[in-house]
């Protein structure tokens, strides 16, 4: 991989639409474990430039708007929690605007490099409400003037607590400097509330799962050991939740492709000892796994309950440095959805808030005002992890805590022929062109081509990317007949950002985008994994024509997945349709699978 050449598969461009699907999928697959996606160092550069800006930026903000804190004594900065605080607003700030996850070609984001606020400051755009049916005032599919206005209301709320000055407090008794007004803290927690009322994707594109529950806590405490608590607690149910997420299967699947993409690991024999046995056998090796459950999950599980009970400095210390060396490990890999800004702020958020402020010195939880405050605290970071990994379908797997877990719900789109896609730029009011038009711009129709499907062969080297070629293979024609899409990358040009989950583009989506698109049956075809229940080891699925809406649900044993190739050389995995729509019938006849056709149990 060159600074600023890609790394291109050894196909010729010309021919290699010519190529059975499921040929290019083990084609893509294996360049990918050498070589990652492929792009361009310097396209990696960008998210360097992002960062720095960020950190300096976010220092210089705080010490030029913030009396009491000087550039010429940075140590008397420590200990004060209106530095967490204002860098909180500062993260959120490029969190709501689209510059932080989801931005860049890391997330398919070519040209431009953000979708965020040019999608929430233009009505007309996608807007996707959680419960229209039951929440008043909620009901649309599309954008309008309240949505923009609420949209601003939000981001002057951010920039009022981000350059005004401190307020003195009777929760920080001693301090000049203060804390950020509580009334703005809390209409700031109102906004965001109406908003995801209004559109789930604003409100999850802000991190609320990470910053909400502080924020409020912020708000309404009135001593400043029960908010320092508030924001422990919060950091250590992220990385615990995270760490629990990684049970099972599909964690050990995302450290390969992952490593792989990592720009300064150039080692093949390294990338290539990830895998079983490269080329013929890509599944996670046994140096996959330690990566995975040793180095990530116990990592994840210990270190944030010793940062929250240690009162050795000694031991905290070489905690906080641990977690730190977790998220810099992280930010180095350029993940896809690229959430650097997060781990940097983490990284941070260790050292400030248990180094700042130790458990031994009065910020343990037996120094609460009450032990009856920590309960609603608890409460808040704990209930939708438990409930996002009992029932997933229920909420966003980032409220679950799984950034990272593998277990995602995920979904593929299918258009047939290559007119049906550019209806997508035709009739829908967004910002971003399809994904294969910014490439094509760039590089030309086949270079792009063979990018895009190289998504899909990632999604491939995960589980349920098997699961959903499967069901690819059950319900198309040909799989050649169509242009197939990771549905990841074709929901951020819809709705302007995306962060993995599939949530944000299932048949609510799919039903605004029919309405605007009109695709005839057959043309606009979705399959549509949840993520796996805790107490399940099975995944449920759907498929969705776009012009018929659901036509068949059922479920796969994870264990059945994970033991095949990304490329299935033994064709589809075996799965139970537990209903279908009356007179519909797969159209997948060339990929015939005894085992498949002795578990399908049809409820029609």
């Not at 550069?45 to 800006?53: H, N, S, T």
């Not at 976010?58 to 967490?84: C, K, R």
């Not at 990592?262 to 990338?271: A, E, L, N």
Request: glycine fraction near 8%; proline fraction near 6%; charge should be positive.
């Amino acid at each position: 991989m060159g600074f600023k050449t890609a790394d291109m598969p050894p196909v010729d461009p010309a021919t290699y639409d010519d190529m059975p699907f499921m040929e290019r999928m083990r084609v893509l697959a294996t360049h990918w474990a050498e070589y990652g996606f492929g792009g361009p160092k310097k396209m990696h550069m960008l998210y360097v430039y992002k960062l720095i800006f960020y950190v300096l930026g976010g220092v210089a903000v705080v010490g030029l708007t913030t009396p009491g804190l000087s550039f010429g004594d940075l140590a008397g900065w420590w200990g004060e929690p209106i530095v967490y605080q204002k860098l909180m607003v500062w993260t959120i700030l490029f969190e709501i605007t689209g510059y932080a996850s989801s931005s860049g070609p890391l997330a398919f984001k070519f040209k431009p490099f953000t979708g965020g606020w040019r999608y929430w400051t233009r009505r007309g755009t996608l807007r996707l409400p959680p419960w229209s049916k039951v929440v008043p005032f909620t009901k649309g599919d599309h954008r309008t003037a309240f949505d923009t206005g609420l949209y601003f209301a939000l981001l002057a709320t951010l920039a009022f607590l981000l350059l005004g000055p401190g307020a003195p407090t009777d929760a920080l008794p001693g301090s000049d400097v203060g804390l950020l007004p509580q009334w703005a803290l809390l209409t700031y927690v109102g906004l965001i509330i109406v908003m995801g009322l209004r559109d789930r994707v604003v409100f999850l594109a802000a991190r609320s799962e990470q910053y909400l529950a502080v924020m409020f806590f912020f708000g309404i405490f009135s001593n400043h050991v029960d908010m320092i608590l508030a924001a422990k607690i919060a950091l250590v149910t992220v990385w615990f939740g995270a760490g629990v997420s990684k049970f099972g299967h599909h964690f050990t699947n995302v450290i390969p492709p992952m490593m792989s993409n990592t720009p300064w690991i150039t080692s093949k024999r390294f990338k290539r000892s990830l895998y079983r046995n490269f080329p013929t056998d890509l599944r996670p090796s046994k140096v996959s796994w330690f990566l995975a459950h040793i180095c990530g999950t116990v990592v994840e599980l210990v270190v944030p309950l010793v940062l929250l009970f240690s009162t050795n400095m000694t031991v905290t210390w070489l905690a906080i440095v641990g977690m730190i060396m977790f998220h810099i490990f992280i930010t180095s890999t350029f993940p896809l959805a690229v959430p650097l800004e997060w781990n940097v702020f983490y990284m941070f958020a260790a050292a400030w808030i248990f180094g700042g402020f130790p458990a031994g010195a009065g910020y343990s939880l037996g120094d609460a005002s009450s032990p009856w405050i920590l309960l609603p605290i608890f409460a808040a970071f704990l209930a939708f992890p438990i409930l996002g990994n009992l029932r997933p379908d229920l909420v966003s797997f980032l409220p679950s805590m799984r950034q990272y877990a593998g277990n995602w719900a995920s979904a593929l789109w299918a258009f047939r022929g290559d007119q049906a896609e550019n209806k997508l730029n035709e009739h829908l009011t967004k910002f971003n062109v399809n994904q294969v038009d910014q490439l094509s711009a760039a590089y030309g129709k086949e270079v792009a081509e063979i990018f895009m499907q190289k998504a899909v062969a990632w999604r491939t080297m995960h589980s349920q990317g098997r699961g959903l070629m499967s069901l690819m293979m059950r319900h198309l024609d040909r799989l050649e007949n169509y242009r197939i899409r990771e549905g990841e990358f074709t929901c951020t040009t819809l709705v302007g950002w995306q962060f993995g989950d599939a949530h944000l583009h299932n048949e609510q989506t799919i039903t605004a985008v029919q309405k605007r698109c009109n695709f005839a049956p057959g043309e606009c075809v979705v399959v549509w994994i949840e993520s796996q229940p805790i107490n399940r080891k099975t995944l449920d699925y759907k498929v969705i024509d776009a012009a018929l809406g659901v036509v068949e649900r059922g479920y796969y044993d994870v264990d059945d997945a994970v033991r095949e190739q990304p490329w299935l050389p033994n064709g589809p995995i075996a799965h139970t349709v537990t209903w279908r729509m009356p007179g519909y019938e797969p159209a997948g006849t060339a990929y015939p699978h005894p085992a498949i056709e002795a578990r399908v149990k049809v409820n029609a």
